[in-house]
């Protein structure tokens, strides 16, 4: 039995360390050929934004277009790091959810 607590409070003890490796692990998100890039971190809080000039180009569009296209831009680039920081929790938590027994709540697998 003590055996088994200790195993336990190891794998909680691991489980938090690779929950705060994730708050700390930057994971990039791009769209529009990298005209816009999110930058989350492995637990998908966004940190960083970054808007390249060349998103906003006036000629011929309109400022009601140029906003519908940047939202559109700034939501797939921010998706597309949250996709990247799932697999990121997927590859540092999915072992040890495995080792507790089964699936983490909220986490997706």
Not at 82 to 106: E, M, R, V
């Amino acid at each position: 039995m003590q055996q088994l607590l200790q195993q336990a409070q190891k794998m909680q003890q691991d489980l938090a360390a690779a929950q705060q490796e994730l708050a700390e692990t930057p994971v990039e998100g791009s769209a529009g050929g990298g005209l816009v890039k999110a930058t989350v971190t492995g637990a998908g809080e966004l940190q960083a934004l970054a808007i390249d000039p060349k998103a906003v180009d006036p000629e011929g569009t309109t400022p009601e277009e140029i906003a519908e296209t940047l939202a559109d831009l700034v939501l797939a680039a921010v998706r597309d790091a949250n996709t990247a920081a799932a697999q990121l929790q997927q590859q540092k938590l999915g072992p040890l959810a495995q080792g507790l027994g089964g699936g983490l709540p909220g986490l997706g697998f």
